[in-house]
């Protein structure tokens, strides 16, 4: 004999409607479910990940992603404040406030956050099952585009990008961590994500090409994979954006 058929009510607040369809956003959803299910697999089967909640409510209670739903539960499913506070690591000797991981469609973004100063992993080759044992093995916080890809049960931190265009995925970011203040520009290779060195130009001169090696004395270069950096013409057009940036991320009390 089958089971009895259950019924819980969701009501997703604010940005967690982004994951609903149209029609369905901003009204509370009926899920029909038997046995015993989670929370956690239930706003889930609706198509939000369990990283982007902040907090789930039954009436005045509190809930955890893992609690068991029962018959006619009326859930709230809550958002969390922003900023929200930087994730902690067991190594503090790394010195970063935040590590990401991207997946395979985010170069560009990848690049941005790497310009700040941020650790930011990326390969145009990775897979899935290689990026949430990444983001899980290292504590880093996962960013995609693929918000399937975020309800794997490892995945502790992770962010749904909901622009498209990479300079606003950069601000998307930087505004849910305030990350403002912790950008360091310039220190990081932006093709491998390695920290820069500062270099003499005799180490470098016959890497130089000619107009460079005339107007050119400062340089830094990547430890990881040799690439060497300079503050060309671009430099304070960099500066300029880099500042409107940090200025349109900033989260003020």
Not at 221 to 249: D, F, N, P
């Amino acid at each position: 004999m089958s089971e009895a058929q259950k019924t819980a009510t969701f009501l997703f607040h604010g940005e967690l409607n982004d994951f609903l369809p149209k029609s369905r956003r901003g009204c509370p959803i009926q899920c029909q479910f038997r046995g015993r299910q989670t929370v956690k697999h239930l706003i889930e089967s609706l198509g939000v990940p369990h990283p982007e909640v902040g907090r789930l409510k039954l009436g005045d209670q509190d809930l955890s992603l893992n609690a068991l739903v029962e018959n006619g539960d009326f859930i709230e499913v809550i958002p969390p404040e922003l900023p929200l506070p930087l994730p902690s690591s067991d190594n503090d000797a790394l010195d970063e406030p935040i590590r990401f991981v991207l997946d395979n469609h985010l170069g560009r973004l990848a690049a941005y956050l790497r310009l700040f100063g941020f650790d930011a992993l990326y390969r145009n080759d990775i897979q899935d099952e290689e990026l949430a044992h990444t983001a899980c093995a290292e504590k880093r916080v996962l960013l995609t585009r693929d918000h399937r890809l975020l309800m794997r049960t490892c995945i502790q931190q992770g962010y749904w990008l909901r622009s498209k265009i990479p300079r606003q995925q950069l601000v998307e970011v930087l505004r849910r961590w305030n990350l403002a203040d912790f950008a360091r520009p310039f220190r990081r290779c932006l093709r491998c994500n390695g920290l820069l060195q500062e270099v003499s130009k005799e180490q470098i001169l016959a890497q130089l090409q000619p107009l460079t090696r005339l107007y050119y004395d400062e340089f830094r270069q990547c430890g990881i994979c040799g690439q060497i950096y300079w503050k060309g013409s671009h430099y304070e057009r960099m500066q300029i954006w880099m500042t409107t940036v940090l200025q349109a991320s900033t989260i003020t009390p």
